[in-house]
């Protein structure tokens, strides 16, 4: 993870929308067309856009009232056993039209995109109705279909229990597994399933079911796990193959050496300690030492983690997990990709792969990590066609 | 500190640069004149400019390398010890022309102003030689003189001992007194004057001697106390009068009760206590509780803290300071003027005080602290011109 290949001078061509050669600029030189459009970065570092593996994309309102009580030291929990936290976004994003999730999830993106993400995964889990989950799903699809962030959809309908089965989340875990996850398959509105594994939200024994059920169903897995408490997520994620295993901040070694075992990704989201006000950062360097494919990601939520930007991600990962620049760099383009199935297409500079590539306001491929609280992207290309360029 | 004045549907008129009026639209629509050029919010959150009250504003080079040796274990304190740290900066500063340090200082300056900030103070200290110290402060002259941010510069010659002095700071202290502050003061290069009161930097009586031959030359005080250890920074600052002390992420009970009764204002600056890895942040609670006029400022520099953005440092401030959006707002506007003597001039809306004023992407003034890792300025305004527009 600490080896970048990095070209100095570089170039890359492309054509439609897709890497054709990658080398110095005086190996390319010659290869360039006369009619081409030539780009010039100016002696900028240019990566690989970024791969948001990890993100709740499509919700409406903030939770600005909540995040002021936490300042004056109310905590998470405690807002949450008053009826706050993801129940309040689920009451607003249920009361909103499917267009007014769309605008918002396109104001969403569009940070994103600033920050230099060029694909991302997208959760439900702020409806849990089925009616309401599938409007956030198709939202989602829409956002994908008129791009140009690639998005991947995860069935997140295990985020909470909803009001109608308060008190009852073994009918409600029932609910989704014979109603809910066959009616998302069928209308094939995503492509993961995930459960929030967490004593007071799901247990290892509810997430099981629910998530051999999304199996059966042809899902790929990734799972909430070991948050708030080390519970036992992470060897359940690698009992059920899933893909990734998410947020670990409390795993345990026994859960490092099960997700290794399995080849389960760890996906490190240390936005939310940092948004939540904690102090314990998931062990990454254990996870890394462990051989683990650690990824990065902004779990941009509105309760616990409202950053869209990968590069501040990146700075909390050198600062308070530890992990260089060029691990991060690693964590949130090559390994993001593959977590999402997308390393054929992305997550590197090979010809063949979509031309997604983004230049940096900066020489140095480190100072992504190094300042902290501005937006890098200075250019950003998807495709090979330019959808942002700064002032 | 919590309360704010907040005008809903809220406008203000500037005639030459100055505010004239303040209220709803309602109230103003009828003042405005035919040819006057209209500004549209759009439902925006309007605020004064941020004043940053201490930042090292103009230095060369970066300290990326010691970032990536920090993010793999190494402390500041070891690096420091190997000659690095502040050490490294003045190398590089002292080998930059003085165009140099004005093209990087700008550079530095379009940052802080892309982040709604429109005042600033500026440090020197990346010298430490008589002719380098001489220089950055002309440099930030020329670059306050060039605008449009308005700058006020400190003489931070104690910022370190310089190898010409190692081993012999009790000298480098006497020629400070001698030669150099009567040369910046000749000069009229600065309006302040600030000590790295610190063990192994100038202890508290090294400190006492400089700050006291300052302040008989006119210039204000400003003081680096009790940072990584509770040294008696707080009460040298209280006893001498000091306008701030700054950083005080060690200091005690007697320490705030020295500042309470002496209205010293404290500078709190959690960008460097995040940038370095550390968990102890400074007690803004206690401070605010015992009736002082808490500043929040950035402290941006190469070494422990490489954040130009308020907004960067209100979330801080709110995440791991407790301190609530609007506290954060009060401190980074009217206490970061009044620590300047600018409050006849800027922090607040008033009438005869300049039209400083940014128009941040947001509704709600919470979010500014809130979200991060986005620049939120959409559009900044500085004595009535529209010096940023973002795409």
């Known amino acids: 993870m600490s080896e970048l290949a990095i070209i100095r001078d570089g170039a890359l061509l492309a054509e439609n929308g897709r890497v054709t050669h990658v080398g110095t600029e005086k190996e390319l030189r010659n290869r360039i067309g006369p009619d081409w459009e030539v780009v010039d970065a100016g002696g ?5 856009g970024f791969v948001d593996a990890h993100t709740h994309l499509v919700f409406a309102g903030s939770r600005v009232d909540e995040f002021e009580r936490r300042s004056r030291g109310e905590t998470y929990q405690q807002i949450a056993a008053g009826g706050g936290g993801i129940l309040s976004t689920v009451a607003s994003t249920r009361a909103a039209s499917e267009a007014e999730l769309l605008e918002q999830g396109r104001r969403h993106l569009d940070w994103m995109m600033r920050c230099g993400t060029t694909a991302a995964e997208a959760k439900s889990g702020y409806g849990l109705s089925l009616e309401s989950e599938l409007r956030i799903l198709r939202t989602i699809r829409a956002l994908h279909a008129a791009g140009p962030v690639r998005l991947a959809a995860t069935f997140l309908g295990a985020h909470g229990t909803p009001p109608e089965f308060a008190g ?13 996850l066959p009616a998302v398959v069928a209308e094939k509105l995503a492509v993961y399933a995930d459960v929030f594994c967490e004593p007071r939200y799901f247990t290892v024994s509810q997430s099981r079911k629910i998530m051999l059920a999304a199996r059966r169903l042809g899902l790929g897995l990734r799972l909430h796990a070991d948050q708030l408490s080390s519970s036992g997520g992470a060897q359940l994620a690698a009992e059920l193959g899933a893909v990734t295993a998410d947020h670990l901040e409390l795993v345990d070694a026994g859960g490092i050496a099960a997700l290794a075992g399995a080849g389960v990704q760890p996906v490190l989201l240390p936005g939310s300690v940092y948004a939540l006000g904690l102090a314990h950062y998931p062990p990454a360097r254990a996870m890394i030492d462990a051989g683990l494919a650690v990824v990065l990601a902004t779990d941009f939520n509105p309760g616990s983690s409202p950053t869209p930007s990968i590069p501040m991600v990146m700075s909390l990962a050198a600062t308070h997990l530890k992990m260089s620049p060029a691990e991060a760099i690693t964590a949130t383009t090559v390994n993001a990709a593959q ?17 997604d590539f983004v230049i940096h306001d900066c020489a140095d491929h480190r100072e992504l990590a190094y300042y902290f609280g501005l937006e890098s992207a200075a250019e950003v290309f998807i495709g090979g066609r330019r959808c942002f360029r700064r002032t």
């Open 44 to 48: 900028r570092a240019v990566l690989p």
């Open 168 to 180: 009852r989340t073994e009918d409600y875990a029932a609910h989704l597994v014979e109603a809910m």
């Open 339 to 355: 977590s999402l199935g997308w390393l054929g297409e992305l997550g590197t500079f090979e010809p063949g792969k979509r031309a």
